[in-house]
């Protein structure tokens, strides 16, 4: 019969089949080179409402191909944004970090590594590159307020 990966966690694959039924898999029967993704097409039997001898269909394409997931899309964005932040420097810091926390949430959930890296890579920046805005802005207070207190102490016209 042939079917479609879903999805694949805890050792255990899920496709969808031939009848639009969910069949389930261990990981143990995985019979192609490589591990199983999502949106492969496969060729398997069914044995008591269980995948067995799953095989990948070389050359075969799904409608899942080519598509990314929520949580990459976020990680990806969440970095183009924290390019931007180089250049424009409080609001795309800002969205570099809300993306990444939100898509390193949803990488987590979907296990996805990429997305997971992605969106970490876009926070982490995110936090790095505001706290360094915020000592800086506090420098630049501290010694204006340095060169303000000079002048009063020492008197302006002396300074």
């Known amino acids: 019969m042939r079917g479609t990966i879903l999805g694949v966690h805890d050792g255990r694959g899920v496709l969808l089949g031939a009848d639009d039924r969910r069949l389930e898999f261990p990981l143990t029967e995985w019979r192609s080179a490589g591990t199983p993704s999502p949106g492969q097409i496969v060729d398997y039997v069914e044995e008591g409402g269980q995948a067995r001898g799953v095989f990948a269909v070389p050359g075969a394409s799904s409608a899942f191909t080519g598509t990314q ?75 204006v307020g340095t060169i303000g207190f000079a002048g009063l102490w020492e008197g302006w016209e002396n300074f």
């Open 69 to 143: 997931s929520s949580s990459r899309i976020l990680g990806i964005i969440g970095l183009v944004c924290l390019v931007a932040s180089f250049v424009i420097p409080f609001v795309p810091t800002i969205a570099a970090f809300v993306l990444g926390v939100i898509g390193a949430g949803q990488a987590q959930q979907e296990r996805d590594d990429t997305a997971l890296l992605l969106s970490r890579i876009s926070w982490i920046g995110a936090l790095v590159l505001l706290t360094i805005g915020i000592l800086t802005i506090l420098a630049i207070i501290a010694f």
